[in-house]
């Protein structure tokens, strides 16, 4: 089956810790995204990719990192930097980013920070 | 004034109504028009596309963008309990990321 995977799906955290989200997608996609969903508000874009060896920072990159190593894995890593890390974070791909592209979402990481 | 408003809701309705669910835009420059349901604790999925203005039906939803007044929405015919999710409205210029609405909770009742 194709479609996206995001492991841990719960995942807890002392405060100063890093933690790093795994995303991986087997539909042969050429962008992938990481976005971060708190209640009330949409979902706000971290970091996004378009190829292999490249990334851009969104909206809200401040107290994250990421890696694209390879086509099917862009993981995320949230740094001690992040001042309210507590969310539920997606990560999607599409074909492309140009004009419109479908984005899948994978099932999500709920982190929680203790 | 955000770039996408949405209500959240929640907006309970009875089994078998009718549902519109609404998003207002502030950016003309919006060319692609989504609307994606999330179910609770799930990856949200996409529903419906449109690029620019008008009407596309699919079933028992259809979507309709007026530009003009900076409007879209999503209608949901003979609403069922499995309809129950959130709704998220999504829009995009043709070189720009895609922005998503805040969400507005549904809850279908039998």
């Known amino acids: 089956d194709g479609g996206i995977t995001q492991s841990p799906k719960y995942l807890f955290r002392k405060e100063g810790q890093n933690v790093t989200l795994s995303c991986e997608q087997n539909l042969n996609h050429d962008a992938m995204y990481w976005y971060r969903q708190d209640p009330g508000q949409g979902l706000r874009l971290i970091y996004y990719?378009?190829?292999?060896?490249?990334?851009q920072k969104g909206d809200i990159a401040e107290g994250y990192s990421v890696s694209r190593e390879k086509k099917e894995s862009f993981p995320l890593t949230v740094t001690s930097a992040q001042k309210n890390p507590t969310a539920f974070y997606l990560c999607?791909?599409?074909?492309?980013?140009?004009?419109?592209?479908?984005?899948?979402f994978g099932p999500g990481t709920r982190l929680t920070v203790l | 004034q955000k770039e996408v408003e949405q209500d959240p809701g929640p907006l309970s309705v009875p089994e078998g109504a009718i549902v519109s669910l609404n998003c207002t835009y502030s950016n003309s420059a919006f060319q692609y028009f989504m609307w994606y349901r999330q179910y609770s604790r799930k990856g949200p999925e996409l529903l419906m596309y449109t690029y620019s203005s008008g009407n596309k039906e699919d079933g028992r939803f259809t979507a309709q963008v007026d530009k003009s007044s900076k409007y879209i929405s999503l209608f949901i015919r003979d609403s069922q309990p499995s309809d129950s999710a959130t709704y998220l409205c999504a829009m995009k210029t043709s070189y720009d990321k895609v922005i998503f609405g805040p969400g507005t909770s549904l809850s279908v009742i039998p």
């Open positions: 990719s378009q190829i292999v060896n490249d990334f």
């Open positions: 999607a791909s599409s074909s492309w980013t140009g004009s419109y592209n479908e984005q899948f």
